[in-house]
Nanobody, 121 residues
Framework: QVLLVESGGGLVQAGGSLRLACAAS???????????MAWFRQPPGKEREFVGA????????NYQDSVKGRFTISRDSAKNTVFLQMDSLKPEDTAIYYC???????????WGQGTQVTVSS
């Protein structure tokens, strides 16, 4: 069992920056060693969409086209935490942002509770 807790959401003006964090904790006795950590988002009235992912094993990243060059995913392995640095934010980035982990071989087995990001124009 893995628990993911996001933090760092809030209200920011267009052009500004936010950094989200996702702290992971595994059940007692387990080492947290996922395959992938990812960020998804759900804009108001829309379906949830993929934002980007971090390969925990080789540190490679990939991103949705609309955020390439503006968003960066990184990690702090010692703290089992993954970050989403969001720069040059746009109103269309407004969404609930979710952290997800692919741990047990399923498609993103574990999800956080989400954190709201609102970008004002």
């Amino acid at each position: 069992q893995v628990l993911l807790v996001e933090s760092g959401g809030g209200l920011v003006q267009a052009g500004g920056s936010l950094r989200l964090a996702c702290a992971a904790s595994a059940a007692s006795g387990r080492t947290f060693n996922p395959w992938l950590m990812a960020w998804f988002r759900q804009p108001p009235g829309k379906e949830r969409e993929f934002v980007g992912a971090f390969n925990w094993r080789n540190s490679r990243t990939n991103y949705q086209d609309s955020v390439k060059g503006r968003f960066t995913i990184s990690r702090d392995s010692a703290k089992n935490t993954v970050f989403l640095q969001m720069d040059s934010l746009k109103p269309e980035d407004t969404a609930i942002y979710y952290c997800a982990a692919e741990v047990d071989g399923g498609y993103y087995d574990y999800w956080g509770q989400g954190t709201q990001v609102t970008v004002s124009s």
